[in-house]
């Protein structure tokens, strides 16, 4: 009857008298059925009817499977899962005003969080620009089962500055475009009901020296449409007040173990960890330690993972106190190792898992025609990497930007090496490009300074525990290039599991694990670093304009340009033949830009809206798994 009188705003007193009577008393169970999908339809019309994609550029086919009820309603962090968690991804209400003034006193409408303001998929498509800010505001109810649990409010990443209200209450603030972040609002909570949750963020984009890769207020050639407020999952998740707060692995497969380091929020005296290490559903490994402490847990008859062989551990660590298990968490790691070693010939090599190994990847920068920085649904973010896997890569650069969570797990999930840029910012992007040895850095202000310092450790902090990433490299081609030597060796102190190729294309200097160059549109080895790797990490560009499929079709840019798709392919294939024959004087990996079109640069090896491959997909793969080949002939 609750659902009954729900409805009749809707469809009628008499309507729904009709239906009663039809159905009869004793068919009440049959008819709350029937009523709640005549709800479900009804919401489903409603909240369709306040979002729509905005703007008339190309989208790709996966918008036809969102809904502003459903929208990216996976569980965002896949290295340290929990059962128990809550979506608020949807629609909100919005306003743009300017920086200067308070909250707004009325909104301008509805946006479709979590895709950027800029983005079609928003339903707003409105530039924010410096002088202005975006505030959100929306409502929700805690579950009555999350009583007497701490519930913590989490965003994915939010471009740039974020304040937070619980129920008129400023609950904190972020800086950083890139990292997770989140805030325990148990004591703002109202006892029961709505809870009032509003966000304010301002980003300078270009105006700032935060780091920022490829957005621009003027979009052209290699430069992007801004991005500005939430572009990740917002999500609630109910805690103890002790519990896990962090995960740490670091696999060493010379000793046949991982090392665990778990942080503990709030313990107390007694506090331990349980570690259970399963293959498949077999339980092959546990290890306990105290609240803090590090947790060594021998892998006999380990499984290596590689791109090859992707194979994971999965893992649970269960927290103690007083003899009670108070939190659990799922996980995963793999046992793999990234080094250098001189080959038999005495030349630089990049190994995994101690033998010689090419990195043969492509240049990913991570751009959406309909979201921007994120696409529209989850089965979108894993086709890129599934895509250039297919094209015979081993290796992705992703180039001046960091991806929500999920999309390193589906790499280390279906096995994919992750060359990780940290975005760049501030410094010129373009004088600056490709003049490799005249020792001369960019002057940051000390404010831009620490910033760049704190989003770095940020993100190593995020990303550390995923198998898939291999390098980081601080700088790309000179922008912003800094104290490369200090950051480079605190880079590689910080995480000594992993290589560090220090400016890709930038200002090179005696420090580092890897020399990375870059040459357009050919292949060549104009550097020779006799104690580190060279890796040519970036070439190719070569363009294709297809029609309907291009962002702007009067404006397109590329390195050089080809009319069909059997020409790109030749000249890629011509490319790579190069690439083989530099493997043999000491080359030891490349990056073919790119994996995609962006935006109205047309040098993809997919469209933009990632509906046509614009190569032979089976020539592209054979000599993409010969030049990978090549070290063990």
């Not at 301002?202 to 105006?207: I, L, M, R, S, V």
């Not at 030891?588 to 046509?612: C, F, H, M, P």
Request: hydrophobic share 35%; proline share 6%; glycine share 6%.
């Amino acid at each position: 009857m609750k659902l009954i009188k729900l409805l009749i705003p809707f469809i009628g007193e008499n309507c729904t008298h009709k239906v009663f009577e039809d159905f009869g008393a004793a068919n009440i169970p049959v008819m709350k059925k029937y009523f709640t999908f005549i709800l479900f339809l009804f919401l489903f019309s409603y909240s369709s009817a306040q979002w729509q994609p905005a703007g008339d550029r190309i989208k790709t086919s996966w918008v036809e499977d969102l809904h502003p009820d459903n929208v990216w309603n996976v569980y965002p962090r896949p290295i340290m899962e929990r059962s128990d968690w809550m979506n608020l991804n949807g629609l909100w209400d919005y306003a743009i005003t300017p920086r200067d003034k308070s909250a707004p006193s009325a909104y301008d409408g509805k946006i479709l969080v979590p895709f950027p303001v800029e983005s079609s998929l928003s339903g707003v498509k409105k530039t924010v620009g410096e002088e202005n800010v975006v505030w959100y505001e929306r409502s929700f109810t805690v579950p009555s089962g999350w009583r007497n649990k701490d519930i913590l409010l989490h965003f994915g990443a939010v471009d740039w500055k974020t304040e937070v209200w619980v129920n008129d209450v400023k609950v904190g603030e972020h800086t950083g475009g890139y990292t997770p972040f989140c805030f325990n609002i148990t004591p703002f909570l109202q006892r029961s009901g709505n809870q009032k949750l509003a966000v304010k963020v301002w980003d300078p984009a270009d105006q700032g020296f935060q780091p920022r890769g490829k957005q621009v207020s003027e979009p052209r050639a290699i430069w992007y449409t801004s991005v500005t407020g939430i572009w990740q999952t917002v999500w609630l998740e109910p805690v103890e007040k002790t519990h896990i707060s962090n995960l740490r692995t670091t696999p060493d497969i010379d000793l046949s173990a991982v090392t665990v380091e778990a942080s503990i929020n709030n313990p107390s005296p007694g506090d331990y960890v349980e570690v259970r290490v399963m293959d498949g559903t077999r339980l092959i490994a546990t290890g306990k330690a105290a609240a803090g402490s590090k947790i060594n847990v021998h892998v006999q008859d380990q499984k290596l993972w590689s791109p090859e062989s992707p194979f994971l551990y999965d893992m649970e660590l269960v927290l103690y106190s007083n003899g009670r298990a108070i939190d659990r968490v799922k996980s995963y790691f793999a046992m793999r190792k990234i080094s250098t070693a001189r080959d038999e010939l005495g030349q630089m090599r990049v190994q995994l898992n101690n033998e010689d190994y090419f990195p043969m990847g492509t240049l990913d920068q991570g751009w959406w025609p309909d979201g921007l920085y994120l696409p529209p649904t989850d089965e979108a973010l894993l086709y890129d990497i599934q895509a250039t896997k297919d094209l015979g890569f081993n290796m992705i650069r992703k180039h001046v930007k960091v991806e929500p969570a999920r999309w390193y797990y589906h790499a280390d999930r279906i096995g994919m090496l992750v060359f990780q840029d940290m975005p760049s910012g501030d410094g010129s992007p373009v004088w600056q490009r490709w003049q490799y040895f005249d020792g001369v850095e960019f002057q940051r202000s000390p404010e831009s300074e620490a910033n760049y310092r704190k989003e770095w450790k940020e993100i190593i902090d995020y990303l550390y525990s995923y198998p898939s990433i291999v390098t980081w490299i601080p700088f790309n081609e000179r922008w912003g290039q800094f104290r490369t030597v200090e950051i480079t060796e605190w880079t590689q102190q910080y995480d000594p599991s992993r290589l560090v190729l220090p400016a890709s294309g930038g200002n090179h200097f005696p420090v580092g694990d890897l020399l990375g160059i870059h040459n357009y549109p050919h292949p060549r080895f104009e550097f020779y670093d006799p104690h580190r790797p060279t890796i040519l990490s970036e070439y190719g560009g070569i363009g294709l304009v297809l029609e309907g499929h291009l962002w702007e079709p009067e404006r397109n840019w590329g390195y050089v340009q080809y009319q069909s798709i059997q020409e790109v392919t030749d000249r890629y294939v011509d490319f790579a033949e190069r690439i083989l024959e530099l493997t043999g004087v000491g080359l030891a990996g490349a990056v073919y830009t790119q994996i995609t079109d962006v935006e109205i640069e047309v040098n993809g090896l997919l469209t933009y809206d990632r509906k046509r491959i614009k190569v032979n997909q089976d020539q592209i793969r054979r000599i993409n798994l010969e030049i990978r080949n090549s070290l063990n002939r």
